[in-house]
């Protein structure tokens, strides 16, 4: 980095101040869980992008390390109805790691109530202490091995996934297990009353009568034939799904 002058010029003066100034702005930052508290829905979080440091005369130090966040709220996908009942969440763990945003003015008034305007308690803006936690900010060597490119997915990376397509199907893709259908419990129950229950019911109430006594009885007559498989009993908006 450049050397400062011994009688640094005003601009420099002024430029070094706003350099300072900005160095406690906060915006937003990556971040590692360290503890998770489930019920309450925050975590401590550690940055991981340290803060450069400049001596008086311009000399680069070497770069400090920001401190723990305790009690970050984290921020899951949540809305609707006007109370947010509608939502997605996933367990938490020592490691995940999430996006810091820091707001602009003191969240603990905000937080303290339910979700009513508030004034801040103070005058702080930008700082450590406001920050909000979204999970799920991962660099490129932790991308995901298995991100789908045409649906829309909710699951577990390797294991079971949701995924939505474009024409409105929902497939839940399993891993190891080959494409199978799954059947609308109505339809299968209509068709098991139509089609099946009647001829199990005329199979219980055949009486064989012998033409000669002591001589084998001959088939039932008309016989029954096994009832055929309903294609209709497979759903085309639901399918299991391997990978």
């Known amino acids: 980095m450049k050397q400062q002058p011994r009688s640094p010029s005003l601009s420099d003066v002024l430029r070094l101040a706003v350099q300072s100034a900005l160095a406690d702005v906060h915006v937003s930052l990556p971040g590692r869980i360290d503890s998770y508290n489930a019920t309450r829905q925050v975590a401590d979080v550690k940055p991981l992008l340290k803060r450069p440091l400049v001596a008086a005369d311009g000399t680069e130090l070497e770069a400090e390390s920001l401190p723990i966040l305790h009690d970050v709220p984290v921020a899951f ?5 006007g109370t947010g009942a509608f939502f997605v969440s996933w367990p938490l763990e020592a490691g995940d790691l999430v996006h810091l945003i820091f707001c602009e003015r003191s969240l603990d008034q905000y937080l303290s109530l339910a979700g009513d305007e508030s004034t801040p308690l103070d005058f702080r803006t930008h700082d450590l202490s406001d920050a909000v936690a979204y999970p799920g900010f991962y660099p490129a060597p932790l991308a995901l091995v298995d991100a789908s490119t045409d649906t829309a997915a909710f699951g577990r990376s390797g294991g079971l996934q949701l995924h939505i397509t474009a024409d409105d199907v929902a497939e839940l893709r399993l891993g190891g297990v080959a494409d199978v259908s ?15 229950k009647p001829r199990l019911d005329a199979f219980d109430a055949h009486v064989h009568v012998s033409a000669t006594p002591g001589n084998p009885t001959g088939p039932p007559s008309p016989v029954v034939a096994a009832p055929t498989m309903d294609a209709a009993v497979a759903s085309d908006k639901l399918r299991l799904k391997g990978n």
């Open 77 to 81: 996908p949540r809305g609707g109805q």
């Open 182 to 196: 799954a059947c609308i419990a109505e339809t299968l129950q209509a068709w098991w009353d139509s089609q099946v």
